[in-house]
T-cell receptor
Framework: EIVLTQSPATLSLSPGERATLSCRAS??????LAWYQQKPGQAPRLLIY???NRATGIPARFTGSGSGTDFTLTISSLEPEDFALYYC?????????FGGGTKVEIK | QLHLQESGPGLVKPSETLSLTCTVS??????????WGWIRQSPGKVLEWIGS???????DYNPSLKSRVTISVDTSKKQFSLKMTSVTAADTAVYYC???????????????????WGQGTLIIVSS
């Protein structure tokens, strides 16, 4: 099983600041990594697929990068609605696995 | 607009079988070769893929749960279902049904991401 490790666990930032979230895979997932956003009481929402492609309707301030084992989600300038939980997920191999999440909270 | 809705008992006793159904509206289950999945989220917010099924009924399961899980589909009712046997407190979670995305290139059909999710249903395992 491919283990995805996200860091940091919590990111405390102010609106307007840049957020940088990391996801590291225990073995290569090539570019087969997605990012999701989850707000309290809601299901996860697909943000980025295959490392750097934005899903439908996702604002340009969300950028994904990386390949192999190291990936980054960058939010260029945090909006109030961006404070949430973020998860990565790989589809390179069975079983599909998710990272443990990074909480982006208001400082 | 595709809509998925989970339904289930809410409370299940230890050692019993959990049964959940996902009803799909606003879209077809039969066309497009979509994959329909079950994902759960523990109270500690850990997400775990349980398994997926396509409209032919071909399934993929997480090996950690495979011995206890069965996923089935009924396209005529626009539903797919999850059965999990011998539940314990560790199975307490919010259970989501979801449909995959076709945005990503196909490697193998079931190796996918999930773009459309139900709202989730909390299942508590307790006597």
């Amino acid at each position: 099983e491919i283990v995805l490790t996200q860091s940091p666990a919590t990111l405390s930032l102010s609106p307007g600041e840049r957020a940088t979230l990391s996801c590291r895979a225990s073995q290569t997932v090539r570019s087969y990594l997605a990012w999701y956003q989850q707000k309290p009481g809601q299901a996860p929402r697909l943000l980025i697929y295959d490392a750097f492609n934005r899903a439908t309707g996702i604002p340009a301030r969300f950028t994904g990068s990386g390949s192999g084992t190291d990936f980054t989600l960058t939010i260029s300038s945090l909006e109030p609605e961006d404070f949430a939980l973020y998860y990565c997920q790989q589809r390179a191999n069975w079983p599909l696995t998710f990272g443990g999440g990074t909480k982006v909270e208001i400082k | 607009q595709l809509h998925l809705q989970e339904s289930g008992p809410g409370l299940v006793k230890p050692s019993e079988t959990l049964s959940l159904t996902c009803t799909v509206s606003g879209g077809s289950m039969s066309g497009g070769n979509y994959y329909w999945g079950w994902i759960r989220q523990s109270p500690g917010k850990v997400l775990e893929w349980i398994g997926s099924i396509d409209y032919h009924g071909i399934t993929d399961y997480n090996p950690s749960l495979k011995s206890r899980v069965t996923i089935s589909v009924d396209t005529s009712k626009k539903q797919f279902s999850l059965k999990m046997t011998s539940v314990t407190a560790a199975d307490t979670a919010v259970y989501y049904c979801a449909r995959d995305t076709k945005l990503a290139a196909i490697i193998y059909g079931g190796l996918t991401y999930f773009e459309h999710w139900g709202q989730g249903t909390l299942i508590i395992v307790s006597s």
